[in-house]
């Protein structure tokens, strides 16, 4: 069910709950980084993250702020910069549980979530090490196959997240959002249990009864809160009109290699 | 070759370029600035044929379904060629992109996936040396070949480094030509797999004058907003 | 690969072989009834039918003038009608084959296609004559269940058709075609091999490139040809601007109840 | 009953929003005008807090993804309402929508699927008799209840026909209101399977001069385009 009307930044990011399966759109993705500085602010715990399909920035801030227990994901870098440093150090320091996947896994589980399906079978992968970490990940024989042919195949158990974050657009008052092109979203919507989204902006008709806006949308049917967070991708670009803060992502590269510099970077973007 | 301004980057752009010349389709994945410049590169060159796909920039993503076309787009056949990386590449051509000893690579990201379904993946890495071609990866990310019994219509067909380019056949890698400076000897030198040697290796042809004004103009605009420091640095730069 | 630029209705409809399993919309999805009207112009023959998800007055004219070797479909009607004249009689005659489905699993047949993959799972069905039916169905035992759970479930094997055919508001020249909110229509083509839609109009930019038509355009990759066919759906409605023709339909439902009236009003439709 | 125009369409439609009253969302497929009034009727009494979905309607249609995405919906315990009709329905609440001896139905559409994953289907056939309601279905296109050991969320809770209403509980049917002018025996005598019969059957109860007002005005112009017929013949009539 929905809050009537949109909340504030800190009210959505406060009904996150310490130890949520949180999902979290890719850095190129609609990434609601205004709603993260509240989340690490009311000083979250114990965050299980789920990579759509892969993690950077965001992650990287959670993971120094203490606030994440567990993250799956298929790949874990800031833009040209390479590896997170404070994901590299918490490697090192032991205590984060990451769980290595593969882009096309991290969508399939989100589509068997989607589709009240307990898995779904997917190509590739087969003898890799990646998939002899995931004793989650059976192999099965196609039972389509003939009866001379092996054909193994992987599968993908469905992950519904307990909560989705992320930022888009546009919402109207109904609590539909307008996604555009990132369908990723949409599917990672239906199959969470409870999604927050920030928006550059509220659009003051229907977007459902548009017919030019409705294709893009994300219907209210599967939005628990929206909150109005013009600019609320900073550091990270959103769309053509927000470009990245290249300067800022930078000094966070630089910074957060050392314990003391994330400190100093991170006090400062709470402010 | 010429006194010209040939980077590094826009040499390999061009190479790898030439690797997916004839396919219809080829996407590119993140953190890739070399691999998007060639591509951007070929599908100057194939007026029109081409479709780029370049992921994250909004201006080549002819995709309209999330996430997820690209990597069912290739399991429905339609993705002919894709380009990958590795921390490590071994001679069987298996690649590894997550972790050798304590050290940390950023992920796998979709190549367990699409080494197995790309019919043409073009291997790349601009660092040639015993520490990246090894005798056998630490960890698995995606197989050059097999497993036995495992439906599978991609794998590997060449391997472009900063030294060399190979091409991958039955298994294993062969050198074909060897770029400016290097010969048979001194690829075997910083190379930890054994590899077989085509029988005429040449010299690796670099970017024709039409490629260089093509990379160092309208594909450097065209990736500055997706690679600033790429672009800045390395396309547009003055040393070779 | 693409023809160049738009075809004539003739012409697109002469690329559909004999035999060729051929996928085709619901009456409520965008029948290309020009196309249609085409194909059996042309004389088709031993077309395999898939309908997405049902089938109703498209499929009924083709097994009238027997076009059709094989049906497979979750529901055969002509709106308020009920089930097709020309479909009944052939039932009684016999030679057709149907094979009868469910809607979740017609969609999830092409969502299995799309992927790429063998099958996909499916909630529900299990215990029914539709799935005791259907010995391409395998039931296994779920691998993710707990040892001590039987948790049957029904598997849905990959369609790949041949062709899918529809009927499409937009198309721009590079054969980028506007679906809206028709989302099936893209599973569809990404699922099938030769794709073929008619359109009321050619739309003079690109698609792809209008941030507000590109969430609902399936790209030009996907797009075998392209015909302009203004009213294609007629008598069938399509969208708010062409209701459907309810005197024609309900005049198809009383004339082809037998043969000699199906012969006049299928030759009255072909001019 | 009063003196009004009550045509049975419309009381059918009242007696069927009252099953799915409570319901968050409620979806009708297709060929189903009375179901469809229905959901419309329990839209307005429920101010804002039902989402009604009804197959082929461009108004009421809260979907995005397509033609899969009320399924999808429905599997993801979305769906707390569907109504589901039937060629025949028999005691344990299975029901027939394919085809008896050599009489085709058009088919089963979604029912095999929603029937196992919708907590409330409501079961609908105004034709009261022992051609429809029958000892055994001929072909089982939807289950009641089971199969045993099978994953469930769903079931009928209710069926309404043109002579009463009956609730479903432990796989069976209890006889809980009669239409005017029917009685228990009445009932009884059209039945094929047996049906327990409630501590105190009552007199169903028709429209309310409100919900007339709404079936006869907002809710028939807003059926008109999918059902033509159906609003013109029955919603409207005048005679009950």
């Known amino acids: 069910m929905r809050d009537p009307g949109p909340v504030s930044v800190n009210a959505l990011a406060g009904s996150i709950p310490d130890g949520a399966r949180l999902a979290l759109p890719a850095d190129y993705g609609g990434v609601a980084m205004a709603a993260t500085f509240a989340l690490i602010r009311r000083g979250a715990r114990r965050l299980r993250l789920f990579g759509v399909p892969t993690s950077g920035l965001q992650t990287d801030l959670l993971i120094g702020a203490g606030a994440v227990e567990t993250l799956e994901t298929a790949g874990m870098a800031l833009g040209e910069s390479g590896v997170g440093p404070r994901f590299r150090d918490a490697l090192r320091a032991g205590g984060l549980v990451v769980r290595d996947s593969t882009c096309p896994a991290q969508h399939a589980a989100l589509q068997a979530g989607e589709k009240g399906i307990p898995f779904l079978p997917l190509r590739g992968i087969l003898g890799t090490d990646l998939l002899a970490g995931r004793q989650d990940w059976p192999v099965i024989r196609n039972p389509l196959a003939g009866e001379a042919d092996p054909d193994p195949i992987v599968l993908i158990p469905a992950v519904r997240p307990d909560v989705a974050l992320f930022h888009a657009a546009l919402a109207d008052a109904a609590g539909n959002v307008w996604i555009g092109l990132r369908r990723e979203l949409a599917t990672l919507a239906h199959a969470a249990r409870r999604t927050l989204v920030t928006v550059e902006a509220l659009h003051p008709g229907n977007l459902l009864e548009d017919p030019l806006m409705a294709p893009g949308t994300l219907p209210h049917l599967y939005v628990a809160q929206v909150a109005v967070a013009p600019g609320g991708s900073w550091p990270l670009a959103f769309g053509e009109s927000h470009p990245a803060d290249d300067g800022a992502l930078a000094r966070y590269s630089e910074a957060a290699k050392t314990d003391d510099g994330f400190a100093a970077i991170l006090a400062e973007w709470l402010r | ?240």
């Not at chain 2, 190979?166 to 030198?189: K, M, Q």
């Not at chain 2, 040449?202 to 997706?226: C, F, K, V, Y």
Request: hydrophobic letters at 40%.
């Open chain 2, 1 to 240: 070759m010429r006194e010209r301004d040939v980077t590094k980057s826009a040499f390999l752009a061009a190479v790898l370029a030439r690797c997916i010349a004839g396919s219809g389709s080829v996407a590119v994945g993140s953190n890739s600035p070399i691999p998007a410049a060639a591509a951007l590169l070929a599908e100057h060159k194939a007026a029109g044929r081409l479709t780029v796909f370049i992921l994250g920039s909004p201006r080549h993503n002819p995709f309209t379904d999330g996430g997820r076309e690209m990597f069912d787009f290739a399991a429905q056949g339609r993705l002919d060629s894709f380009f990958l990386g590795g921390g490590e590449i071994d001679g069987t051509g298996d690649i590894n992109l997550l972790r050798t000893g304590d050290h940390r690579f950023p992920g796998c990201y979709g190549a367990p996936y699409l080494m197995a379904l790309v019919p043409n993946i073009v291997l790349f890495r601009e660092e040639h040396s015993r520490r990246v071609l090894v005798p056998r990866v630490d960890f698995v990310s995606a197989r050059g070949s097999g497993p036995e019994g495992a439906y599978r219509t991609g794998g590997p067909k060449s391997l472009v480094t900063g030294r060399a380019v190979f091409r991958f056949t039955d298994g294993g890698f062969t050198l074909v030509s060897c770029h400016p400076g290097e010969t048979v000897e001194t690829i075997r030198a910083e190379t930890g797999f054994d590899f077989a040697v085509a029988a005429d290796p040449r010299p690796t042809e670099g970017p024709t004058d039409e490629d260089l004004q093509l990379l160092q103009g309208p594909i450097a605009s065209a990736l500055a907003p997706l690679y600033p420091r790429f672009t800045a640095r390395l396309l547009r730069g003055s040393h070779a």
